[in-house]
């Protein structure tokens, strides 16, 4: 369904700290439609909002083939890059990857996803017959191509000692 451009591992150096974003980025290199994607800068179609962290991810994907294909075996990390980190998370403090993944994520998200997203709270309580139509009204909401890789819906249940009956949360989630 979507086209994909392989990448080969290359070493990303790690200036102190930022171990978890370069975990986090390798990971993110790994998926042939995500690289696809954004070294052809495919989200600039129909794009009316601004796309800074997309447009620096889009670079960062073109400077790592361009080290692949020099046959180099590590590069440094741009700039722009640890500029991205810092703005997410706190400069100089210990992080995690899923924290910076979930960060990451959802900024491209609020970047690709162009209407005014009025973000309906899917979490209340419903009844399973209208839960289709609440994932589909997310997805209407969160079309980017970015959820249409990482966005899942999970339903959790609550149940209560005295009675026994049974409350759900249906959310979404932007994990792998």
Known sequence: RFKKIYLNPLGLKNPSIYCYMNCCLQLLLSIPELNYYFLYKKYKQDQTRKTLICDDYSNFISLYQYFLNHKESRMDLPPYILDI????????????????LFLFLKSMQEELNNK?????????????????????????????????????????????????????????????
């Open 85 to 100: 980190c810092n703005s997410l998370l706190p400069k100089g403090i210990m992080n995690d990857c899923e924290e910076f």
């Open 116 to 176: 005014n997203n009025n973000n309906q709270d899917v979490n209340n309580d419903i009844d399973e017959l209208n839960i289709q139509k609440k994932w589909s009204l997310y997805r209407e909401a969160n079309s980017s191509f970015t959820d249409s890789i990482f966005t899942g819906y999970i339903r959790s249940s609550v149940i209560c000692n005295k009675c026994n009956k049974s409350s759900y949360n249906y959310e979404p989630f932007m994990d792998l």
